[in-house]
């Protein structure tokens, strides 16, 4: 798993937008709570923020060199779907 986030070098933040206490976003959470450690013991100097809102649906955004950035979407997907979405954003570059 350690290596699954090894976050390519030029990722530069990572944030997470998800809702508190909806089910929607229940996946996201589980997800969230089971891999953060991992992904910050391996990548200390990279931002992993979490935002959570009211009625927000969950998303993932990876910022990359110059200020690029990428979105997907983690709506209606399980904890193995996410996980798979997340390693392609922080493994992929622009």
């Known amino acids: 798993m350690s290596a699954k986030?090894?976050?390519?070098?030029?990722?530069?933040?990572?944030?997470?937008l998800f809702c508190q206490t909806g089910e929607g976003s229940g996946p996201t959470r589980s997800f969230l709570t089971?891999?953060?450690?991992?992904?910050?013991?391996?990548?200390?100097?990279?931002?992993?923020?979490?935002?959570?809102?009211?009625?927000?649906?969950?998303?993932?955004?990876?910022?990359?060199?110059f200020g690029n950035e990428k979105s997907e979407s983690l709506a209606g997907l399980s904890d193995k779907e996410i996980e798979a979405?997340?390693?392609?954003?922080?493994?992929?570059?622009?």
Not at 5 to 16: I, M
Request: net charge positive; aromatic share 12%; proline share 7%.
């Open 5 to 16: 986030y090894a976050f390519s070098q030029t990722l530069k933040e990572v944030r997470f």
């Open 34 to 65: 089971r891999a953060y450690p991992t992904m910050k013991k391996n990548n200390p100097n990279t931002p992993i923020m979490l935002r959570e809102a009211a009625g927000t649906q969950p998303r993932v955004y990876a910022r990359y060199d």
């Open 85 to 94: 979405r997340v390693t392609t954003l922080v493994k992929g570059g622009i």
